[in-house]
Nanobody, 118 residues
């Protein structure tokens, strides 16, 4: 069993920055892919950024402002968010594709709230 726990969500001012973290724990052999998604009230869950074993992609609406990174020694992923806008307000969810001693599966965290407001 694998658990993902996000942290770092907070209230930020427009133009400000936040860094989200997501740590995986449990029976982990390797985390192949890390992703960050977000969901605002009434909206679908959208991909923000994905690091698929080193191949990185960003949603157009965060391109140039957000950066995904990973620390394989800590089984942790980060999302550095800069130049925040009010429309970035959402619950941010961590996603990971994890190989354990038994199988490879996708896992989700419970989310962390990011609110951008003056």
């Amino acid at each position: 069993q694998v658990q993902l726990v996000e942290s770092g969500g907070d209230l930020a001012q427009p133009g400000g920055s936040l860094r989200l973290s997501c740590t995986a724990s449990g029976d982990i052999f390797k985390v192949f892919a890390w992703g960050w998604y977000r969901q605002a009230p009434g909206n679908q869950r959208d991909l923000v950024a994905m690091d698929d074993n080193g191949s990185i992609n960003y949603a157009e609406f965060v391109q140039g402002r957000f950066t995904i990174s990973r620390d394989n020694t800590k089984n942790t992923a980060y999302l550095q968010m800069t130049s925040l806008k009010s429309e970035d307000t959402a619950i941010y969810y961590c996603y990971a594709q994890v190989t354990t001693t038994r199988s490879t599966d996708a896992y989700w965290g419970r989310g962390t709230q990011v609110t951008v407001s003056s």
